[in-house]
């Protein structure tokens, strides 16, 4: 089944039209979303997860329409946003993994059980009663996947989840999101070596798609760009 | 969110939050119930005794109280001015004893629960209204996240006012309103946003 699949998707906000006749179709399991600021990326990225609706063209994600299942789409969908702040619900740590689990309505001991496992999957497990707030910018971030995976999604959005950290922090973010954990993975970044750890890669420009193919062709292509 | 809770093993903290939540209500109507005279003015006491007894260490329960107190420095201050200007003296320092004490009382319950408890306890709680249309589990977050949302605003508006300060202003409530208004409006927009982003509408 395809991630995604969307024929002649266009997006209009404000009277501006942020995507056009955007059509693809990708199974991969790793995509890259890349191109510059205001390409259309993020808002992409949104469409996907249901937060933004479409104004024109067809989508499925993982087989849903977003505009038309979004309870279904919500059960199989997690995103993670750049900023972990926006993320974090909840005083502490493991308490704001749980949130992520209420809307399951699950047993206690099993919600519980569950949190225990993500933390201690993301390294979390020793900072369980500590203030989510106090906690490091990578930290943060980690916290924000955990939430997100918890959930155990077919499908990770990640919007520039490594925007805010340095390098050893990117990079522990960047292998649990690409680590194969039957999820698949949306990936939208200007780390060009990041995008390269993806499959597939979507290069994007002035709202349109400027090209789709595997992940180094297309990051070539955009340096090859930039370099001009 | 920031959280007002006090870790720690007293009885109060091991209380069910919904029998806890039932029983400072009651103490909280209680307390505001009783008749405008000098006498009134005792009830004062019922914080200082429930913060110190409730199991938290004596003299981080006193604090918790204190700091409670000195967040309701504003209300004290213009409910005594007000009953002062229009009742006198006694009814002034009755009523004024009755609604911190009251406040007081509730403040015990962020102090000793757990966002996590509470929210159980009000979705618990708020299952009845499941038969007019509402959603329990939206409604207890919803009221948890409205009561969460406090000390942000807190933190909010003093970042406000640091900015001035930054810029060689003297802190100003009028011109500190746009700011803070501003900052407000993000803070939700990206709080619906992280809501969206983790499954939660």
Redesign the interface.
């Known amino acids: 089944m395809s991630v995604i699949r969307c024929e002649a998707l266009g997006v209009r906000l404000g009277g501006r039209e942020v995507l056009r006749e955007v059509s693809l179709d990708l199974s991969a399991r790793t995509i890259a979303l890349i191109g510059d600021n205001g390409s259309g990326k993020s808002t992409f990225a949104r469409v996907l997860?249901?937060?933004v609706r479409r104004t024109g063209g067809d989508l499925r994600v993982r087989g849903l329409d977003p505009d038309r299942d979004?309870a279904a789409l919500?059960?199989k969908?997690?995103?993670?946003?750049s900023?972990p702040?926006?993320?974090?619900?909840?005083?502490?740590v493991a308490?704001d993994v749980?949130?992520?689990l209420?809307?399951a309505?699950l047993p206690r001991a099993e919600r519980d059980a569950r949190v225990a496992a993500a933390l201690v999957r993301f390294g979390l497990d020793g900072l369980s009663?500590r203030?989510?707030?106090d906690l490091s910018g990578g930290q943060k971030q980690l916290l924000a996947l955990c939430?997100?995976f918890v959930?155990e999604p077919a499908l990770v959005i990640a919007d520039e989840p490594t925007a805010f950290l340095d390098g050893r922090n990117a990079r522990r973010v960047a292998d649990h999101l690409l680590a194969d954990s039957g999820h698949a993975l949306v990936l939208v970044t200007h780390d060009l070596a990041l995008a390269r750890r993806c499959e597939r890669a979507v290069l994007m420009a002035d709202g349109e798609v400027a090209a789709s193919g595997a992940s180094s062709e297309v990051v070539d292509a955009y340096e090859g760009a930039l370099a001009c | 969110m920031l959280s007002l809770y006090v870790p720690a093993t007293g009885w109060l903290h091991r209380m069910p939050a919904g029998p806890k939540l039932a029983m400072l209500a009651v103490v909280a109507v209680a307390v505001a119930a009783l008749p405008s005279t000098w006498v009134t003015a005792v009830v004062l006491l019922v914080p200082v005794v429930l913060y110190a007894g409730s199991g938290m260490r004596f003299g981080r329960g006193l604090s918790a109280l204190a700091e409670a107190t000195w967040g309701l420095r504003w209300v004290i201050v213009v409910t005594a001015a007000g009953q002062l200007l229009f009742l006198g003296l006694e009814p002034a320092v009755a009523n004024t004893s009755r609604v911190v004490a009251a406040l007081l009382v509730a403040g015990l319950v962020p102090v000793s629960t757990t966002v996590s408890a509470l929210l159980d306890a009000l979705e618990r709680g708020l299952s009845p209204v499941t038969r007019f249309g509402v959603d329990p589990g939206r409604a207890a977050l919803l009221l948890t996240l409205t009561i969460t949302t406090i000390p942000v605003l807190a933190r909010l508006a003093a970042d406000v006012r640091d900015a001035q300060r930054a810029r060689g202003l003297r802190p100003s409530l009028l011109r500190g309103a746009l700011p803070l208004l501003v900052s407000a409006l993000h803070y939700a927009d990206d709080l619906g946003e992280g809501l969206a982003a983790r499954g939660i509408r």
């Open positions: 997860a249901g937060l979004p919500r059960s969908v997690a995103l993670v946003l900023n702040d926006a993320q974090i619900m909840m005083p502490t308490e749980a949130l992520s209420r809307a309505r009663d203030p989510a707030h939430g997100a959930r």
